[in-house]
Every structure is written in structure tokens, then in C-alpha cells.
């Protein structure tokens, strides 16, 4: 039994040599390729160039987008840049339309603006360049759509302004850009006035700010002075709240009426947190712009498998209609939107 159990320890010791000292695993072919010339994996996007076209990209509002376009791009390795005039000229705005296609970047992620541009968003896809619409819908041969429901989201401001007047009667001001024609404007004003017809005692007045908070003051402060019975005030534009608590502020009222405004820009940030403004409703443009240009490459390359061919066989792989909703900003999550976006354009580099 002795020898027995020496000859068993002599041969595990044996074992335990033989594999200590054998080869190691050969590493993927690829992985010494690349360890052998000192280079790195290619990405999938390299030598591919996107563009993110649409106007007034000098507003903070749209460093959510860019930021998004800008990672999804740094992900994938393809480069990226934006287009379009710094006033919301619809022209102009297809104008960029048309140069990206002649410049024949891979494809273009379009903040939807204007039914105007639809046109040239054909004749994109008619050129082989797909187009995907953020923010807001524009009938058309775009591939997909990427943004939330402008009734739904007016619809969900007016409820929230409903209960937060807590069954006080008067006037609820609704400013907007009105006059711009916007699909999406009209139909934010539309679903607030639905729901605040739920409310007994609640009339409407509709103000044009323009979009431009300076308009903004200056309209909504005429009709507070026209209707001193004012108890809540609806602001649908980016910078329109800013614009509607400086009214508010100017004509002593602050703290008696209920202000409710629309995405996340630094100023509207410190009125929330000043107790200013009530409630924001953002926009989710970040996620809209990275999910646009991460479909638009899964795309170019086929890698979207409802059929082998599906660009060649007219097939459109992609949803039509995405509803990206809205984030609801109070005083008790305020501080957690302040961190900037950051993003850089790369295409040229």
C-alpha cells in the first residue's frame, strides 16, 4: 500500500509538470495580427460620415442631440457634423438637405422642423441617402422617426397644470410660437387646451412668444396686465418659461401664479430650483440622436436581418414611428440635469 501510494504521488507531481509546462491556448489570428503590426481592430463606422441637419443649432437646447449623435458616432468610429442656418428659414434647411446629399455623407439624422423640407427629404432617400426624423415628424419617405407625441406631451402639460391649481378658477395663459405654423407647436397647444377643458372654471388665453424668451416676456407681461384673473401659465417653447417668469416677476406675481415650461436649459434649471417655475417637460433629444445614427449605420450595412437584401428589395427594416417621450423635471430632480452635454465635431479631422 506504501509503494502504492508513492507511485500515485510520483505521477500526479508528474501531471502537475506536464501542465505547468505546457504551450498556452493560441490567441485568435486577429488578436496576433494586431499585437504583431501594433495597430488596433478597426472599427465598423470608420470612413463614414454622418450630418445632423436642421436650424438654430447655436441654442443650448440642441447640445442634447449633438451630444447624442456625437457618442453614438465616437462609438462606431465614423465621423459627424451639423448643417443648417442659425434662423428657422425652411429654405435654407433643405438647402443643407440637398448639399449633404451632394457631398454623399452616409446618411442624415434631420431635426424635424418644417413640413416644407419634405421634399428634399425624397430626394435624399430617392439618392440613396437614408434620412431619419428626430423631435418632430415631417410627412415624408424618411425611414423612421425618432421623438415624443407633441398632443400627448401638451395633453400631459395641461394635466399637471390642472392639479397643481388644485381647483383654483381663472385664466391659464398657453404661449407658444404660434404664428411660425410648426405642426408640432399646434399640436402641443391643442392637447394642453384638451386637457384643460377636463378643469371646470379654467379659460384659455393663447399668447405667440416666438419661441424667443425676450418675446416671450414682453407678450405674456400685456396679458397678465389685460388679465389680472391669470392663475397658471403653460410655457411650450424652450426658453418661453424663462421668458414667462421674468413676466411673472415684473408684475409681482411670483409665487401666486403656477408656471409650467418646456426642456432643460441651464436658466430653466435655476428657475425650478428658485421655486420659479414649477415643473419642465424635456425632451429625451439625447437618446433620439444617438438611436438615429446607430440605426442609420446598422442600416447602410445591412446588419438589420428581416431579409438578406432589404435595401435592394425596398424592404424598410427600421420601426416608422418611435415615441420617445417626455422627462418630467421638478425641484426634487433638477439637480441631476445640470451636468453639460459635451460634443465635438469630428468630420474634416
Known sequence: MKKASILVAILMVVALLVTGCAAPAAAPAAAQSAESTGTTAALPGEGETYVVIGSLFQLEFFDALKAGVCDAANSIGAKWYYAGPQEFVPDQISQAIDQAVANKVTGIVLHGQSPETAAAVDNAIAAGIPVIIVNTDIPSNRLSFLGCNPYQAGYDMGEQMGQLLNGATGKVIISTAISAGQPSALENLRGAKEAL?????????????????????????????????????IGQQAYTAVGACTAVREAGLTGKIVVIGRDRDTATLELIENGELAASYAQNSYVEGFIALQWLHDYVNGDLKVIGDYIGGGVNP?????????????KDNAAQFKEKYIWEVTAGK
Open 318 to 330: 427600421l420601426p416608422k414611428t418611435v415615441d420617445s417621450g417626455s422627462i418630467v423635471i421638478t
Open 197 to 233: 377643458a377636463n378643469y371646470p372654471g379654467i379659460e384659455i388665453v393663447e399668447v405667440d412668444d416666438t419661441a424667443d424668451a425676450n418675446v416671450a416676456a414682453t407678450n405674456i407681461g400685456a396679458a397678465l396686465q389685460a388679465n389680472p384673473d391669470v392663475v397658471g401659465i
